[in-house]
């Protein structure tokens, strides 16, 4: 048996440990919630610790393999982000509008966990409707980062990627509409990867910008991150933009092998004003695939420098109107005065339900989509969208997986950005191009910096190729040790590695 904390654990030596009979989802259950009673008043990454359901599921876990059922996820903790309804479970969306809100049904990707016997910890922090890149836009206050808690731990699925990180479950979801996955993991030395669109089914999540939006997992391990989306993907019926492809073998895919592999370079993501540390670290692993047999080649994706203007174009629009719903008659909160008329309850409703970054959306969407703006700015957008996928198109031609920083630095100070939307905005230059395109794409630790910061590599593949970047980054990992790290107990020491 490992000699290792079981919330040190990743998903693989859990499952050895289960199976050997050497531990239950039980005993892993409590490991976890007692972990996450020790770290939380640190870390803050869950909203609700589902303690009573996650004993329950550990039970029935443990019942099943009793009859001889095994699986990926059997007993498995996780954490999911609280924009996934959760039938039962209080799903806030980190917004006091919807502040009481108890979904009565499970979003697809609950379900399929549910299916494949997960032990739900928790429901994890975020960004208010997942707008943001440092989960300080919540409602319910911000989350700290596991390696300093006086750093962000990035966003908008800050608290799934703190959770993972703290030890609190051994996987979490997440979802990924500009880098709200990608971001986080990066920041806190955890992967993340936000699949091809129409990969996961998002019924039952939370709409931000529904072009853009992708259910993801996040885990200690490429190898976990497959097993998890091996879960959680294919199609589905209640989502319209789900595909109906078969889903391959992800754990089969990972055979260590890069030899003959291409990987491209894009010129343009090694930004000015990148830290000096990160461009070295990153540069470091793209060596590190070349000596394991991959051909380095470099890319041009020319049109990099419109996707941030882009972004916040096409993802406020639709925000716009997938936020119109918000209006204190069917869901949450709901404020008017006594003699009050409709329209003085959606807007007192309104007011004192969303925070500022949301409103700031709301208010740039619905500008940029009305009536002698949208040819100016949607429309225009939109062209530029096209350019930015066919860039990708291009690179493709001359390479299998991309390689690139998923940020231009590590975590940056709680409070630091939040005075500077446009500043916080940079944060996604080099995650939101991939959800333009619609593309997979992985996020991995590569190194620290001097601060002992984590630093990330992204692997971004073709469409429906997620096995491609995941057989690359599972390479890397049994090369090198990152991910073997674990930050010091959260509210003890101020960063550093262990
Ligand atoms: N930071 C980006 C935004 O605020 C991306 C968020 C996300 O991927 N959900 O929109």
């Known amino acids: 048996m490992s000699t290792k904390n079981p919330t040190d654990w990743t998903i693989a030596e859990a499952r050895k440990s289960l199976e050997a009979g050497e531990t239950s989802a039980?005993?892993?259950?409590?490991?976890?919630?007692?972990?996450?009673?020790?770290?939380?008043?640190?870390?803050?990454?869950?909203?609700?610790?589902?303690?009573?359901?996650?004993?329950?599921?550990?039970?029935?876990?443990?019942?099943?393999?009793?009859?001889?059922?095994?699986?990926p996820l059997l007993g498995i903790p996780v954490v999911l982000k609280d924009i996934f309804a959760t039938r039962g479970i209080p799903t806030t969306c980190g917004s006091r509008i919807l502040e009481g809100f108890v979904p009565p049904y499970d979003a697809d990707a609950v379900e399929r966990l549910s299916r494949a016997g997960a032990v739900l910890v928790g429901k994890s922090n975020l960004d208010e409707f997942a707008m943001g890149s440092s989960t300080e836009n919540s409602a319910f206050g911000p989350t700290a980062n596991p390696w300093d808690t006086g750093r962000v731990a990035g966003g908008s699925s800050g608290g799934s990627a703190a959770a993972v990180a703290a030890g609190e479950c051994l996987a979490s979801l997440g979802t990924d509409t500009g880098g709200s996955i990608r971001l986080p993991a990066s920041y806190c030395g955890v992967c993340g990867m936000k699949p091809t669109y129409g990969r996961v089914s998002r019924y039952g999540v939370i709409a931000y910008a529904s072009s853009l939006d992708q259910v993801g997992p996040f885990a200690r391990t490429v190898a976990d991150l497959a097993d998890v989306l091996g879960v959680i993907a294919g199609h589905d019926p209640r989502d319209s933009t789900s595909v109906p492809a078969p889903v391959p073998d992800y754990a089969a895919a990972l055979d260590g092998r890069v030899a003959g592999l291409r990987i491209g370079v894009p010129r343009e993501?090694?930004?000015?004003?990148?830290?000096?540390?990160?461009?070295?670290a990153v540069r470091e692993a793209i060596e590190r695939l070349r000596s394991l047999g991959a051909t380095i080649v470099e890319v041009g994706l020319p049109h990099t420098k419109y996707a941030v203007a882009t972004y916040y174009l096409v993802a406020p629009a639709e925000a716009s109107s997938n936020l119109a719903r918000y209006d204190g008659v069917r869901f949450g909160l709901r404020k008017a005065a006594a003699d009050a008329n409709l329209l003085d309850m959606y807007r007192e409703t309104r007011d004192a339900g969303f925070g500022a970054e949301v409103?700031?959306?709301?208010?740039?969407?619905?500008?940029?989509?009305?009536?002698?703006?949208?040819?100016?700015?949607?429309?225009?957008?939109?062209?530029?969208?096209?350019?930015?996928?066919?860039?990708?198109?291009?690179?493709?031609?001359?390479?299998?997986?991309?390689?690139?920083?998923?940020?231009?630095?590590?975590?940056?100070?709680?409070?630091?950005?939040?005075?500077?939307?446009?500043?916080m905005y940079l944060s996604d230059v080099l995650t939101i191009s991939v959800n333009l395109a619609g593309l997979p794409a992985l996020a991995l630790p590569c190194g620290f910096d001097g601060a002992g910061l984590p630093i990330g590599l992204q692997l971004i593949a073709p469409a429906f190729r997620e096995e491609a970047a995941l057989r690359v980054g599972d390479a890397f990992q049994r090369a090198t040790d990152w991910h073997e790290r674990r930050p010091p107990a959260p509210g003890a020491a101020k960063g550093g590695a262990r």
């Open 269 to 280: 993501y090694f930004v000015p004003g990148m830290a000096p540390e990160v461009e070295a």
């Open 26 to 71: 039980l005993d892993l259950a409590r490991a976890f919630l007692d972990r996450a009673a020790s770290v939380e008043p640190a870390v803050h990454a869950l909203l609700e610790r589902t303690t009573d359901r996650a004993l329950s599921d550990a039970r029935a876990a443990d019942a099943r393999r009793a009859k001889g059922e095994r699986g």
């Open 359 to 423: 409103k700031r959306r709301i208010l740039l969407g619905t500008y940029a989509l009305s009536a002698g703006y949208y040819d100016a700015f949607y429309l225009k957008a939109q062209k530029a969208r096209t350019l930015i996928r066919d860039d990708f198109a291009k690179a493709f031609a001359e390479c299998d997986v991309l390689a690139t920083p998923v940020a231009p630095t590590v975590a940056f100070g709680l409070g630091e950005k939040t005075e500077d939307p446009l500043a």
